[in-house]
């Protein structure tokens, strides 16, 4: 089966662990359709390394320290053509990487998960001919993703597919398929069936005290800013259960533990291996709002609270679904604890926002794209694969 299997090539960036998360969900739905050779490359790590490191902390510090800089900078650039100076220099990065990968790999067919489009360039310059697909992981669009050589774009939603319509991307070269998830936000699962494991075994008890669980990724946002003061508020209503997952912050986990009394209702985890069992258990969430995440949670069902998103893509993509009726945009832990007990305090509201998540929701976006990056270039090779 091997010898039959095209050859697929996706790049991604690690800033942030989204676009890696993108890139493994597409790849675990083409090898369970049979596409066994698939290359993965963090391009600028392995191009430039150094600069890669030095851009990484540059970009985390700006979120953190000055995110209305780093907001101004991403609207001011999001209609920015692709023959623009700018982009003309970022593009050129990792050329001669991608030339020593391809003649290893010799893919046919190549995947963008991060806007990082060096290959359109490396193939003008060498005359090769690959068809090039683009996988927009965010609910906005920037002039970053758009390029003449790409054959191929895989959206989000409706809206942004006609976005691009209107920034002059024919329509026959943009499929919606949703921002792709692993494939565990996927899984349906009948009530009670799904088990958590570990330290997360003893979270959900069958003698639940009817009490709302809020789904809290501390980890998410770095630091403890703010998000004491959330959990207190919780506590002090009564009403509520808190998850607050910590991730890799190992220490906003120790803090946490050390300045909250020990509480019933609240339960501090670091990193969280079933976060879509985790999910799926709970009864909203509140998280940074970057395109992978919220793709999550809208898989999994969940009322989206987003907690001061970032100036930038991650502010937008929370208007934009704040704008759909699923998520509601918070400031301070005041107005985020009053928006949840709002919701939940309302049957009816609650109903239809749920109802509106359902008719945004795609958990099976990274089938889509395989299906669909079978079906546009490897018809033949399909029908071998399925026979196999």
């Known amino acids: 089966m091997t010898s039959r299997s095209p050859k697929i090539l996706i790049l991604y960036a690690s800033y942030g662990d989204g676009h890696y998360q993108a890139s493994k969900a597409v790849e675990a739905s083409l090898r369970s359709i049979g596409v066994t050779d698939i290359t993965l490359l963090d391009l600028m790590a392995e191009a430039h390394p150094l600069i890669n490191g030095l851009t990484k902390f540059v970009y985390m510090q700006s979120f953190k320290t000055i995110p209305g800089l780093y907001g101004w900078v991403y609207n001011a650039t999001k209609q920015m053509p692709q023959e623009a100076p700018l982009l003309e220099v970022i593009n050129s990065f990792g050329i001669s990487k991608l030339q020593q990968t391809l003649r290893q790999a010799q893919p046919n067919l190549i995947i963008h998960t991060f806007p990082q489009l060096a290959m359109p360039r490396l193939l003008k310059r060498t005359g090769q001919s690959l068809p090039l697909a683009n996988i927009i992981t965010d609910f906005d669009l920037h002039g970053r993703w758009i390029h003449s050589g790409v054959d191929r774009y895989y959206v989000a939603t409706d809206d942004l597919k006609a976005e691009m319509i209107s920034r002059g991307i024919a329509e026959d070269r943009i499929r919606v398929s949703g921002i792709p ?77 050390e300045q909250l009394p020990p509480h019933p209702d609240v339960h501090l985890l670091e990193y969280v291996e079933q976060v879509a069992a985790l999910m799926r258990k709970c009864d909203c969430i509140v998280t940074k709002p970057g395109g992978i995440t919220l793709s999550e949670a809208l898989a999994c069902r969940l009322p989206v609270f987003v907690y001061r998103p970032v100036p930038g893509q991650e502010l937008n993509n929370a208007r934009y679904l704040a704008q759909k009726g699923v998520a509601c945009i918070a400031r301070t832990p005041a107005e985020l604890t009053e928006e949840i007990d709002a919701l939940f305090r309302d049957p009816h509201r609650l109903t239809e926002l749920r109802q509106k998540i359902d008719h945004l929701r795609r958990p099976e976006a990274a089938e889509v794209i395989a299906d669909d990056i079978l079906e546009q270039w490897f018809a033949p090779k399909r029908a071998e694969l399925v026979l196999s």
């Open 181 to 257: 998830v692993k494939p565990e936000f996927n899984h349906q699962h009948p009530a009670g069936e799904e088990r958590l494991i570990g330290p997360l075994q003893d979270l959900f008890p069958d003698n639940r005290t009817g009490k709302t669980t809020v789904l809290l990724m501390a980890g998410a946002y770095g630091s403890m800013q703010g998000v004491r003061e959330v959990i207190e508020r919780f506590m002090a209503l009564e009403r509520y259960r808190v998850i607050a997952v910590c991730g890799r912050n190992r220490e906003l986990h120790r803090a946490l533990h």
